[in-house]
């Protein structure tokens, strides 16, 4: 098919197809198979044939943009959300049922996941008892690292009492032996859920609210390694972290609250 914008190009420019072939370092028949054909040039010999005649490469072919998304999208990605507030609510609680060997939630409150999903907090305690491994990390909010978060956010002291509103949800948790509940005091740069071999990760902005940034949602593939990295920082994460029992977070949240959750 017709290039015709490369053909106008040429024609406004004086340029022929030799002098672009030249220009460019290739075949004049290649240079004609470009206009005539509306073939595609390799990318840095699109930029240089543009940049000879004075446009842009992705006007002159609106293809190298197709090809660009193709190539940055990883085939991990299994959906991308603008924002927590948009992911599917029925998302969160497939995986959690799906998952058959390993739950890891890893967060400064989480308290989005059982406020909108009331059973989950039940289902986090079967799946345990079943044999899945489940891990728990939530910040802890007696440390200047959520103080710090909450200011960030600008919800100041809010962010420590989200978390211990949250640590209240979970506390059934705390008497489970099959789960190990931590606690950590760490920069939040992600909020990582992995489920098996899927993972919902939730990219924090500074100044932004959590339910406001974006949801990357993947799931494990054979030779990519983009799962495999927020699986590492997961893991270095739950290293720095530390136990809590069931009476530390009591101490933590409050009696009252306790009772007010369960």
Same mark, same amino acid.
């Given at each position: 098919m017709l290039n015709e914008r490369l053909r106008s190009v040429l024609t406004g420019r004086g340029c022929?197809?030799?002098d672009l072939a030249a220009a460019t370092g290739v075949d004049p028949k290649t240079v004609e198979r470009w206009v005539l054909d509306?073939?595609?040039?390799?990318?840095?010999? $699109?930029?240089?044939?543009?940049?000879?005649?004075?446009?842009?490469?992705? *006007?002159? *072919?609106?293809?190298?943009?197709?090809?660009?998304?193709?190539? $940055?999208?990883?085939?991990?990605?299994? $959906? !991308?959300?603008?924002?927590?507030?948009?992911?599917?609510?029925?998302?969160?609680?497939?995986?959690?049922?799906?998952?058959?060997?390993?739950?890891?939630?890893? $967060?400064? =409150?989480?308290? +989005?996941?059982?406020?909108?999903?009331?059973? =989950?907090?039940?289902?986090?305690r079967q799946k345990a008892e079943h044999g899945v491994r489940v891990r728990i990390l939530m910040g802890d909010p007696e440390s200047p690292e959520m103080a710090l978060r909450g200011v960030e956010e600008q919800l100041f002291d809010a962010i420590?009492?989200?978390?211990?509103? =949250?640590?209240?949800y979970y506390r059934p948790l705390a008497d489970v032996p099959s789960i190990a509940f931590h606690l950590h005091r760490t920069s939040l740069y992600n909020s990582i859920f992995r489920y098996d071999d899927e993972l919902l990760i939730n990219t924090h902005l500074y100044g932004e609210y959590g339910y406001m940034a974006p949801i990357l949602h993947l799931r494990q593939v054979e030779?990519?390694?983009? +799962?495999?990295? !927020?699986?590492?920082? +997961?893991?270095?994460?739950?290293?720095?972290? !530390?136990?809590v029992s069931a009476e530390e977070l009591d101490r933590k949240i409050g009696v009252g609250q306790v009772a007010a959750a369960t």
């Open positions: 022929t197809e030799g509306g073939r595609t040039p390799h990318r840095q010999t $699109a930029w240089k044939a543009a940049q000879h005649l004075g446009v842009q490469a992705t *006007w002159l *072919w609106p293809d190298l943009i197709r090809t660009r998304q193709t190539a $940055a999208t990883p085939p991990e990605l299994v $959906a !991308y959300y603008p924002h927590r507030s948009e992911t599917p609510r029925d998302l969160w609680m497939d995986v959690l049922r799906a998952a058959q060997r390993e739950i890891a939630l890893f $967060a400064n =409150a989480s308290l +989005f996941l059982p406020e909108d999903n009331p059973e =989950a907090v039940r289902l986090l420590p009492a989200r978390i211990r509103m =949250a640590l209240a030779g990519a390694d983009l +799962f495999a990295m !927020y699986v590492r920082s +997961f893991e270095r994460v739950w290293g720095l972290s !530390y136990p």
